[in-house]
Nanobody, 120 residues
Framework: QVQLVESGGGLVQPGGSLRLSCVAS????????MGWYRQAPGKERSLVAR???????NYADSVKGRFTISRDNARNTVYLQMNSLKPEDTAVYYC??????????????WGQGTQVTVSS
């Protein structure tokens, strides 16, 4: 089983910055794509940013130029640097990862979520 543990959320003023981290652990043979999704109250969960094992990235239009996703493959960790935060960025942020177990089975795992609140 794969466990994803997020950290780095919190309360920040508009225009501020936060850095989220997510560490994957467990019986991981291969860790492919990793990403961040968010869900605001009353809204569906949506993609924020995703990064492939090779470093290719894609972002939601609403965060382009403000957020940067990166990963450390040696540490099975993905980061989300969030700058110029806006109140509309307020949400629970979830880490996601997909890959393969040593057994050969594939997985798609989610973290427990971390709250990001942007407010003055």
């Amino acid at each position: 089983q794969v466990q994803l543990v997020e950290s780095g959320g919190g309360l920040v003023q508009p225009g501020g910055s936060l850095r989220l981290s997510c560490v994957a652990s467990g019986s991981i043979f291969r860790l492919n794509g990793m990403g961040w999704y968010r869900q605001a109250p009353g809204k569906e969960r949506s993609l924020v940013a995703r990064i492939s094992s090779g470093g290719s990235t894609n972002y939601a239009d609403s965060v382009k130029g403000r957020f940067t996703i990166s990963r450390d493959n040696a540490r099975n960790t993905v980061y989300l640097q969030m700058n110029s935060l806006k109140p509309e960025d307020t949400a629970v942020y979830y880490c996601n990862a997909d890959g393969q177990y040593y057994s050969g089975n594939y997985y798609n795992a989610w973290g427990q979520g971390t709250q990001v609140t942007v407010s003055s």
